[in-house]
């Protein structure tokens, strides 16, 4: 496994929201480092884990063997196809950890973060379309929007005008330089300004939001009734459309805003009401300050039915 792992955030609350008994079904939509999985497989769960990133899988194999873990290579998104192809239809519990990991924000070589020079990368799948590939290639007002909406950038526009005379752009370094000298940056400054930038890209180039509503969407699906839901995430467009999804399916107003339409309330909650929402005490903060940002979620699975499950509507698509 990688030389800095990803430390799992708010493990014992997560565990706590899943009250796992032994013998049950349960799923890590975000292997990682194995953290999660591992300390499910401890308390007895028959563990699914799902990872898109090749690295993730390559590195892990050996630790899933020797825990017991199923370790599944795809987008917790496609969890519900992917595990029916394995004979499962429904679990007792499903954990989703949202966003990058460290193992892939300590790596130069990925392109995710600025704080080592490294290619433009920040693919988690390594395939696809690539932050040089959209970088320099999208209309200007494209980038402006994708800054604006995901990394909420209120300078979006001179950033966006900033990159294109700069183009083209290749390495990570390049990028982090170009938006400090249209946003201006002193060493002294408590946060990089290219921070938001680079958060933006990667949310768009991965399709993250997507990629959580459609998460959220199966795990409605494949929860057997009683059925735990936990969900971590670290920034407040992730929280928001996990509130925002919790809320309307246990009942209550599903609200709305810039990045997810008014929905109206499920007519028969497949959610109870969720629980409080938890964020990290002095003593995790003091291990891990990656977990500051953090925020988790749960609630468990009422009898309703779906309507239509994630895998029936991309097969009717």
């Known amino acids: 496994m990688s030389a800095a792992p990803h430390i799992?955030?708010?493990?014992?609350?997560?565990?706590d929201a899943?009250?796992?008994?032994?013998?049950?079904?349960?799923?890590?939509?975000?292997?990682g480092a194995g953290g999660y999985s591992?300390?499910?497989?401890?308390?007895?769960?028959?563990?699914?884990a799902f990872d898109r990133d090749p690295d993730a899988i390559r590195e892990g194999q050996a630790f899933a063997d020797e825990k017991g873990i199923?370790?599944?290579?795809?987008?917790?998104?496609?969890?519900?196809?992917?595990?029916?192809?394995?004979?499962?239809?429904?679990?007792?519990?499903?954990?989703?950890?949202?966003?990058?990991?460290?193992?892939?924000?300590?790596?130069?070589?990925?392109?995710?973060?600025?704080?080592?020079?490294?290619?433009?990368?920040?693919?988690?799948?390594?395939?696809?379309?690539?932050?040089?590939?959209?970088?320099?290639?999208?209309?200007?007002?494209?980038?402006?929007?994708?800054?604006?909406?995901?990394?909420?950038?209120?300078?979006?526009?001179r950033v966006a005008r900033a990159i294109v005379d700069a183009r083209p752009l290749e390495r990570t370094g390049q990028l982090a330089a170009v938006v400090r000298r249209a946003l201006g940056h002193k060493p002294h400054?408590?946060?990089?300004?290219?921070?938001?930038?680079?958060?933006?890209?990667?949310i768009h180039v991965n399709r993250e939001l997507e990629e959580l509503e459609r998460g959220l969407e199966a795990a409605e699906h494949l929860l057997e009734e009683g059925g735990r839901l936990a969900v971590v995430t670290f920034h407040s467009l992730e929280d928001r459309i996990v509130k925002q999804f919790l809320r309307n399916r246990s009942g209550g107003d599903a609200g709305g805003s810039r990045h997810m339409p008014q929905r109206q309330a499920a007519a028969v909650p497949t959610f109870e009401?969720?629980?409080?929402?938890?964020?990290?005490?002095?003593?995790?903060?003091?291990?891990?300050?990656?977990?500051?940002?953090?925020?988790?979620?749960?609630?468990?699975?009422?009898?309703?039915?779906?309507?239509?499950?994630?895998?029936s509507r991309s097969a009717r698509s």
């Open 70 to 157: 199923t370790l599944i290579e795809g987008e917790f998104s496609r969890m519900e196809a992917l595990l029916a192809e394995r004979g499962i239809a429904r679990v007792s519990g499903i954990t989703l950890d949202i966003g990058v990991s460290s193992m892939q924000l300590d790596r130069p070589e990925r392109g995710f973060s600025f704080q080592a020079d490294g290619p433009l990368g920040m693919t988690m799948s390594q395939a696809g379309m690539s932050a040089a590939d959209f970088l320099n290639t999208a209309p200007e007002q494209e980038i402006a929007d994708v800054l604006y909406r995901y990394g909420e950038e209120p300078r979006s526009r």
């Open 18 to 31: 899943l009250a796992i008994s032994p013998g049950e079904v349960h799923v890590d939509g975000t292997f």
């Open 273 to 311: 009401r969720p629980a409080k929402a938890v964020r990290p005490g002095s003593a995790e903060l003091a291990r891990n300050p990656r977990a500051r940002s953090a925020t988790l979620r749960s609630a468990v699975r009422t009898a309703a039915p779906v309507s239509l499950s994630p895998a």
């Open 8 to 15: 799992p955030v708010l493990l014992d609350e997560v565990l």
């Open 189 to 202: 400054d408590k946060k990089d300004p290219a921070t938001r930038t680079f958060q933006a890209i990667r």
């Open 38 to 48: 591992s300390a499910m497989a401890g308390r007895g769960a028959r563990v699914f």
